[in-house]
Protein backbone atom coordinates (compact mmCIF):
# COMPACT_ATOMS: atom_id res chain seq x y z
CA UNK A 1 0.00 0.00 0.00
CA UNK A 2 2.67 2.27 0.83
CA UNK A 3 4.35 2.09 -2.35
CA UNK A 4 1.64 2.53 -4.03
CA UNK A 5 0.82 5.71 -2.47
CA UNK A 6 3.99 7.33 -2.99
CA UNK A 7 3.91 6.77 -6.68
CA UNK A 8 0.30 7.59 -8.01
CA UNK A 9 -0.70 11.30 -8.67
CA UNK A 10 -4.54 12.24 -8.83
CA UNK A 11 -5.47 8.40 -9.31
CA UNK A 12 -8.26 7.59 -6.62
CA UNK A 13 -11.08 8.94 -5.91
CA UNK A 14 -11.12 7.20 -2.73
CA UNK A 15 -8.62 5.25 -0.22
CA UNK A 16 -10.43 3.39 2.12
CA UNK A 17 -7.61 2.26 5.14
CA UNK A 18 -8.77 -1.35 7.71
CA UNK A 19 -5.13 -2.41 7.66
CA UNK A 20 -4.91 -2.04 11.59
CA UNK A 21 -6.34 -1.25 15.21
CA UNK A 22 -5.99 1.96 14.36
CA UNK A 23 -3.24 4.70 14.03
CA UNK A 24 -1.25 3.84 17.09
CA UNK A 25 -2.59 0.33 17.13
CA UNK A 26 -0.45 -1.33 14.63
CA UNK A 27 -0.90 -4.91 13.66
CA UNK A 28 2.23 -4.48 11.39
CA UNK A 29 5.40 -1.97 11.99
CA UNK A 30 5.44 -1.36 8.12
CA UNK A 31 2.06 0.09 8.49
CA UNK A 32 3.42 3.08 10.96
CA UNK A 33 4.37 5.46 7.34
CA UNK A 34 0.63 5.04 6.14
CA UNK A 35 -0.69 7.45 9.44
CA UNK A 36 2.45 9.79 9.24
CA UNK A 37 2.85 13.17 8.11
CA UNK A 38 4.28 11.68 4.90
CA UNK A 39 2.31 9.00 4.28
CA UNK A 40 -1.19 11.22 4.52
CA UNK A 41 0.54 13.66 2.26
CA UNK A 42 0.96 10.79 -0.35
CA UNK A 43 -2.51 9.80 0.37
CA UNK A 44 -3.68 13.30 -0.26
CA UNK A 45 -1.25 13.52 -3.77
CA UNK A 46 -2.77 10.04 -5.17
CA UNK A 47 -6.69 11.24 -4.67
CA UNK A 48 -8.44 13.57 -7.34
CA UNK A 49 -10.10 16.14 -6.77
CA UNK A 50 -13.00 15.40 -4.27
CA UNK A 51 -11.55 12.08 -3.81
CA UNK A 52 -11.56 10.79 0.23
CA UNK A 53 -9.39 9.34 2.50
CA UNK A 54 -11.55 6.64 5.14
CA UNK A 55 -9.66 5.17 8.07
CA UNK A 56 -11.06 2.95 10.70
CA UNK A 57 -9.89 2.89 14.04
CA UNK A 58 -10.63 0.81 17.12
CA UNK A 59 -11.06 4.04 19.32
CA UNK A 60 -10.41 7.84 18.68
CA UNK A 61 -6.99 9.04 18.15
CA UNK A 62 -6.69 13.07 19.08
CA UNK A 63 -3.56 13.12 17.38
CA UNK A 64 -4.33 11.35 14.29
CA UNK A 65 -6.82 13.82 13.57
CA UNK A 66 -4.59 16.80 13.84
CA UNK A 67 -2.10 15.34 11.82
CA UNK A 68 -4.67 14.23 8.83
CA UNK A 69 -5.76 18.24 9.14
CA UNK A 70 -1.87 19.15 8.87
CA UNK A 71 -1.46 17.03 5.69
CA UNK A 72 -4.09 19.14 4.29
CA UNK A 73 -7.31 17.50 4.69
CA UNK A 74 -10.69 18.37 6.46
CA UNK A 75 -11.58 15.99 8.27
CA UNK A 76 -14.88 14.35 10.01
CA UNK A 77 -14.52 11.98 13.11
CA UNK A 78 -17.25 9.34 13.02
CA UNK A 79 -17.80 7.52 16.05
CA UNK A 80 -19.94 4.39 14.81
CA UNK A 81 -20.90 1.70 17.04
CA UNK A 82 -20.52 -2.16 16.54
CA UNK A 83 -22.42 -5.44 17.50
CA UNK A 84 -20.94 -8.90 17.25
CA UNK A 85 -20.22 -11.87 19.67
CA UNK A 86 -17.89 -9.70 22.63
CA UNK A 87 -20.89 -7.42 22.15
CA UNK A 88 -20.85 -3.64 21.85
CA UNK A 89 -18.06 -1.57 21.12
CA UNK A 90 -17.51 1.96 19.52
CA UNK A 91 -14.96 2.81 16.42
CA UNK A 92 -13.73 5.71 14.87
CA UNK A 93 -14.13 6.19 10.82
CA UNK A 94 -12.30 9.55 9.96
CA UNK A 95 -13.31 10.55 6.32
CA UNK A 96 -10.55 13.14 5.44
CA UNK A 97 -11.29 15.37 1.99
CA UNK A 98 -10.85 18.23 0.70
CA UNK A 99 -8.07 18.31 -1.72
CA UNK A 100 -7.69 20.02 -4.36
Do not use: C
Not at 79 to 100: C, E, F, K, N
Amino acid sequence: MASLLATEQRTYDAILLDVDNGPEDLTRRGHHWLYTRAGLEAASKALRPEGILAVWSAGPDRAFSQRLRRAGFEVDEVRVGSRGPRGRSRHTIWLAGGVS
